[in-house]
């Protein structure tokens, strides 16, 4: 499985952007998804997550009722949507994918659950 990531650009704070990411493979459709970022000296940190059918969502608290996760099975893509971003937000944004056949409704919100990562998109959100 190859995960691409694209979308990430210079916002300034209180403005949107969406984050996309694009997986080879046909599992893909029953693969947990996440999404994590790791800003400059931090640890990377999770962001979101989404089970393979779609139907469950977690966010972390820093970004719950701003960022939504979404899936597209159908074009192997997962989104995540940013709304009224922060200067904290800024990192670089990683997808991630978890292998296997899982419940329709579970989520991984640890890194070391995901079997597959993307290569990154850098996220800047000005002041």
């Known amino acids: 499985v190859q995960l691409q990531a694209s979308g990430g650009g210079l916002v300034q704070a209180g403005g949107s952007l969406r984050l996309s990411c694009a997986a080879s493979?046909?599992?893909?459709?029953?693969?947990?998804m996440g999404w994590f970022r790791q800003a400059p000296g931090k640890e990377r940190e999770f962001v979101a997550a989404i089970s393979w059918s779609g139907g469950r969502q977690d966010y972390s608290d820093s970004v719950k009722g701003r960022f939504t996760i979404s899936r597209d099975n159908a074009k192997n893509t997962v989104y995540l949507r940013m709304n009224s971003v922060k200067p904290e937000d800024t990192a670089v944004y990683y997808c991630?994918?978890?292998?296997?056949?899982?419940?329709?409704?579970?989520?991984?919100?640890?890194?070391?659950?995901?079997?597959?990562w993307g290569q990154g998109t850098l996220v800047t959100v000005s002041s």
């Open positions: 493979g046909r599992t893909f459709s029953t693969s947990p």
């Open positions: 991630a994918a978890k292998m296997g056949m899982k419940a329709p409704s579970v989520v991984y919100t640890t890194s070391r659950d995901y079997d597959y």
